[in-house]
């Protein structure tokens, strides 16, 4: 168990609708990370926040957005969702801001747009 | 643009053998490399990393080599054992950054 929480697991939702995915990190980090696996690619950096303000972004689309809250849990949300956002959704924690030190992940939040 | 390359989609080993698992980098900032072990339905993990001052580090069975000149990183495990079975992602991250890059993965399967 990496001590990150991320809710639901799985989620299946129709195009044009919204969803928020949630992320609690590891007790004690600051630093969230937000990452999308689709399939056959690996993780793709979507966003970071560190202590409640963002810290760098990428390749994230408009339609997303993202926060971290002052109990440094962490939402990303999607709007007017497509079939290809359809995709395994991965929080990450630290306790910096980056390097030199490891990330650890939640379970995932697997979207499926139907 | 794929900043961090994992060129051998999956591999296969026999148990009790050596797995070389291989990465490749553009960026010449990256200072500190990671690897990554990722079950189904779970997380990744981490499992080790390297820091660009080293050329090798080491972990029981896992070793990690770096060679910066050709920006390429390489996983070894040995021997390998069938609980391996695995996608493995490479990272970097630069020290003056605050992104992770991951490579797209490599499925190891290690036949008993």
């Known amino acids: 168990d990496s001590g990150v929480t991320q809710t639901p697991k799985h989620l299946i939702t129709a195009t044009g609708q919204r969803v928020t995915l949630r992320c609690s990190p590891r007790s004690g980090d600051l630093s969230v990370y937000w990452y999308q696996q689709s399939l056959d690619q690996g993780l793709q950096f979507l966003i970071q926040?560190?202590?409640?303000?963002?810290?760098a972004k990428g390749n994230i689309l408009e339609r997303f957005s993202a926060q971290q809250f002052p109990d440094l849990h962490s939402e990303l949300n999607l709007s007017s969702l497509e079939l290809g956002d359809s995709a395994l959704y991965f929080c990450?924690?630290?306790?910096?801001?980056?390097?030199?030190?490891?990330?650890?992940f939640g379970s995932g939040t697997q979207l499926s747009v139907l | 643009d794929q900043q961090v390359k994992q060129n051998s989609p999956s591999l296969s080993v026999q148990e009790g053998r050596i797995s070389i698992l291989n990465c490749d980098y553009t960026n010449s900032m990256f200072d500190y490399f990671l690897w990554y072990k990722k079950y189904p339905a779970e997380g990744p993990t981490f499992l080790i990393s390297?820091?660009?001052?080293?050329d090798k580090n080491e972990d029981g069975r896992f070793t990690v080599f770096l060679n910066k000149s050709a920006k390429h990183l390489s996983l070894h495990i040995v021997p390998s054992q069938p609980g391996d079975s695995a996608v493995y992602f490479c990272a970097a991250s630069a020290n003056t950054g605050n992104q992770f890059y991951f490579g797209t993965g490599t499925s190891l399967t290690v036949i008993p």
């Open positions: 990450a924690s630290s306790l910096r801001t980056g390097g030199p030190e490891k990330l650890f």
């Open positions: 390297i820091s660009s001052i080293k």
């Open positions: 926040y560190y202590n409640g303000e963002e810290r």
